[in-house]
């Protein structure tokens, strides 16, 4: 008897958490964070490194910008505030480095699939963003969460690539602390 019990009571519980999943995926709430997002021009050694000077510099004067944002809404308004002086500081570095690249800055809201920063996941959906795309915007990209400011760190990071995405590990807390001879009682 306790058997069905248990197993109808983890089965509910995995409904329900799936269900709420999928309502937190639909509801949108993905805005409570401002991502930056760096395309570079192709995927060449020397476009890469570029984009990587490129994400120095923005990461560098962003870092000073967001330190007093206290919500993503003022990150956002923040970001279209200073969309010049962003698309100058990365045609600086575009020009010093010798290159006649176009520079694109854009603020608004962009898809990004399923990705991880350390330990937070962030799931695939519609995210506010800050997206820099240099010359053709062909190669690999780079991206970091400016707010909070998840990726104002050192400049020898080398962020979070949107290519060859990693599979998450699904795993059930809940069954981990059910002890398994409960589990795996048979008989009952």
């Known amino acids: 008897m306790r058997k069905p019990v248990l ?35 192709s995927d060449s050694d020397d476009d890469q490194e ?6 120095n510099r923005i990461v560098a004067m962003m870092q000073i910008e967001f330190a007093q944002s206290n919500s993503s809404e003022e990150a956002y308004a923040l970001a279209e505030k200073r969309i ?14 010798g290159y006649e690249y176009p520079v694109q800055v854009h ?3 962009y ?8 330990n937070i996941i962030f799931p695939a959906g519609s995210y ?3 997206k820099i795309i240099l010359g053709e915007g062909q190669g690999r990209n780079w991206w970091c969460v400016l707010f909070p400011p998840l990726c104002l760190v050192a400049s020898s990071d080398k962020g979070l690539s949107l290519d060859n995405p990693r599979e ?4 059930f807390k809940l069954l981990e602390l059910i002890p398994d001879s409960i589990l795996l009682k048979s008989g009952d």
């Open 50 to 55: 570029l984009k990587l000077q490129v994400k």
């Open 84 to 97: 010049g002086a962003i698309r100058a500081a990365a045609e600086e570095i575009v020009h010093d480095q």
């Open 168 to 171: 998450a590990e699904i795993t």
């Open 128 to 130: 506010p963003a800050v």
């Open 107 to 109: 603020v608004g809201n």
């Open 111 to 118: 898809n990004f699939p399923v990705k991880s920063y350390g």
């Open 7 to 41: 197993v109808l009571l983890l089965l509910l519980i995995f409904i329900s958490g799936g269900a709420n999943t999928i309502a937190q995926k639909d509801s949108g709430d993905n805005q409570g964070v401002l991502r930056l997002h760096i395309i570079a021009n």
